[in-house]
């Protein structure tokens, strides 16, 4: 399937900008694990209702090769373990910490590991261990994905730091901060992988984190800059960009993609021996009161982020985990956020265009739009026929869930929420 960078949109720009950098947000007196929390093997709890944990100890685990394990974000004392309601209004299996006692790794200078002696296989097993996550719109456990490209020709590793979708800018303040660490995951992940190929991508938003990796960066590494336009990091316009015309199409020229907070991840992991039970996020929207970045203790709830922000000034159109675009909307603020996300948008009607829906026109829009050449009206209209099967031979399996369809519609109909519906039939 080919794409082009003549589809998609340029960017919306934000309706208040986020400070600069980050700090630690307070933490959480209770923390709310769900066992759902990347695609893959189900868990099951380790511990149970009146266990003391340790900060970083394992928590849940599950058989098989997608499992990822889920270590306490704090000390404490168990107190429930069952099912809990998500942001989104799904149901997970959850563990519940009261925090007590002392922490293991917070104020304390950690001994570092001298990773270059590892083989590629112990270090995935690090990575695996470290319950690492890759961030973005998948949450797939990372030591799976790298699987894919170990064995045979090395694959094209690639650092994907551009941020094309409004508020999506946590990566980039890590970056800045931490360019160095950055950097020697992403050393370890090519390790992992056996390839000495490396590219780094960057738009224009971040220039800034760019100049920060290039301080640090080896020569062999290139760097591509993306047009300003969303989405740009889809992973067959991630292909276009990085290799020869002659390699785009073949499925046996590889290449993987990770973000920087997920190769930070790795970084902590494995040099430090950090499970990743911390993340940098953008809590922004016209709505709150201080539009900033802060690392949390995954297992912090919604409503805690936001009252760390100085709360609302208004109450939000809407509340968003994620992107504007791509995210999902809150329902439960007094739920946790995954591994994955990396923003909390309070929304105003100015930046969502908040309008009654109206029938199809017919104007082809949504079509122009779409990076990958599917027509999502015709999708919609077979979901609400409850001719499901057809949907999905019309381009529901091509469908990246971009949000552009949902957002050209001058009718205002919530397009890509209509095609996810597939999967539940």
Not at 55 to 78: K, N, Q, S, Y
Not at 376 to 400: T, Y
Request: charged letters at 25%; aromatic letters at 4%.
């Amino acid at each position: 399937m080919s794409l082009s960078y003549a589809s998609g949109i340029r960017p919306l720009r934000e309706q208040k900008k986020l400070e600069r950098g980050f700090w630690n947000a307070a933490v959480p007196s209770t923390c709310i694990v769900p066992l759902q929390q990347h695609v893959g093997s189900k868990l099951a709890p380790l511990v149970q209702q009146g266990d003391v944990v340790r900060e970083g100890m394992i928590i849940a685990d599950g058989p098989g090769r997608f499992a990822v394990p889920l270590h306490a974000p704090i000390p404490g004392r168990v107190s429930t373990v069952g099912t809990t309601r998500l942001f989104d209004n799904t149901t997970s299996l959850a563990i519940m910490i009261e925090l007590a006692g002392e922490f293991d790794r917070l104020g304390k200078e950690p001994e570092r590991l001298d990773w270059s002696t590892r083989n590629p296989d112990e270090l995935r097993e690090m990575v695996r261990r470290g319950g690492v996550v890759a961030t973005g719109r998948a949450p797939l456990p990372l030591h799976s994905y790298l699987r894919r490209g170990q064995g045979g020709v090395p694959p094209l590793l690639v650092l994907d730091l551009a941020e094309t979708e409004p508020y999506l800018t946590a990566d980039t303040e890590l970056t800045s901060t931490y360019p160095d660490a950055v950097l020697e995951g992403l050393r370890i992940i090519a390790r992992i992988l056996s390839t000495t190929e490396t590219r780094v991508l960057y738009s224009p938003g971040n220039r800034s984190a760019l100049t920060a990796l290039r301080r640090g960066m080896d020569r062999t590494v290139r760097i591509h800059r993306v047009p300003h336009r969303y989405p740009a990091n889809l992973e067959q316009r991630i292909r276009r960009v990085v290799l020869p015309t002659r390699e785009r199409d073949d499925p046996a020229r590889r290449v993987i993609t990770v973000r920087p907070s997920t190769a930070h991840a790795v970084y902590e992991a494995v040099v430090l021996g950090k499970p990743q039970i911390e993340q940098v996020i953008a809590v922004g929207g016209g709505a709150v009161a201080r539009p900033a970045h802060i690392r949390i203790r995954l297992g912090t709830s919604v409503a805690d982020v936001i009252s760390e922000c100085g709360g609302l000034l208004a109450n939000p159109a809407r509340l968003v985990a994620g992107g504007p675009l791509t995210g999902s909307e809150v329902f439960n603020v007094h739920a946790p956020l995954p591994k994955h996300v990396t923003a909390v948008l309070a929304l105003t009607e100015s930046e969502i265009g908040t309008a009654p829906e109206h029938p199809c026109i017919r104007c082809g829009a949504c079509v122009r739009a779409c990076p990958v050449g599917i027509n999502p009206v015709l999708i919609h209209d077979l979901v609400a026929a409850g001719r499901a099967g057809e949907a999905r031979r019309a381009g529901r399996s091509d469908c990246v869930e971009c949000g552009l369809c949902s957002h050209v519609c001058p009718s205002r109909i919530p397009l890509v929420e209509r095609i996810r519906e597939v999967d539940g039939e």
